[in-house]
T-cell receptor, first 109, second 114 residues
């Protein structure tokens, strides 16, 4: 199946720092999604992107649909302890959705 | 808010047993999905369904089957459970004809096969 490369795999940051993570694919996608998964819970949708170049914010989170349509970025500003979790990207080629392997974020108070 | 409910959060079964995982969504979504989640491998699609009584294989269907008799319910069946099916299983649903609509997930079932 389709492979999405998500990086970094893990991050350890101080509270208040900004965070950046990204996903790349080998083919063009029509949709990019970003999810967060808390321990023991299912993934929760954070942001959905449908157009190349689109930049969308959700509170302190901002995500962008890359203009090549092969990548997407998620930024978290001024991190807080509750940002801890695993962040997944998902892309839709069309066909089915494919998921990245996740970025594990630890925020140190 | 979309609610996707998986019947069990934790389940322990024995090798060779037939195992049923149930998923119900309350938003009248056409599309439903079953994934398994393993460390380092991310989410892998097992089966999906775009309509009642319809099913399609995902990337890793071997050893699994599904049933969609009603729109709101999508069941995953492990025909004869094996230890390599120990995993976190996630059900998701999504809206409509435009299949690029976001999927909404349940809280998962952590299944252990002994």
């Amino acid at each position: 199946g389709q492979q999405l490369n998500q990086s970094p795999q893990s991050m350890f940051i101080q509270e208040g720092e900004d965070v950046s993570m990204n996903c790349t694919s080998s083919s063009i996608f029509n949709t990019w999604l970003w999810y967060k998964q808390d321990p023991g819970e299912g993934p929760v949708l954070l942001i959905a992107l449908y157009k190349a170049g689109e930049l969308t914010s959700n509170g302190r989170l901002t995500a962008q649909f890359g203009i090549t349509r092969k990548d997407s970025f998620l930024n978290i500003s001024a991190s807080i302890p509750s940002d801890v979790g695993i962040y997944f990207c998902a892309g839709h080629p069309p066909g089915q959705f494919y998921f990245g392997t996740g970025t594990s974020l630890t925020v140190i108070p | 808010d979309v609610k996707v409910t998986q019947s069990s959060r934790y389940l322990v079964k024995r090798t060779g047993e037939k195992v049923f995982l149930e998923c119900v969504q309350d938003m009248d979504h056409e599309n439903m999905f079953w994934y398994r989640q393993d460390p380092g491998l991310g989410l892998r699609l097992i089966y999906f369904s775009y309509d009642v009584k319809m099913k399609e294989k995902g990337d890793i269907p071997e050893g699994y089957s599904v049933s969609r008799e009603k729109k709101e319910r999508f069941s995953l069946i492990l025909e004869s459970a094996s230890t390599n099916q120990t995993s976190m299983y996630l059900c998701a649903s999504g809206k409509g004809a435009h299949r690029n609509q976001p999927q909404h997930f349940g809280d998962g079932t952590r299944l252990s096969i002994l």
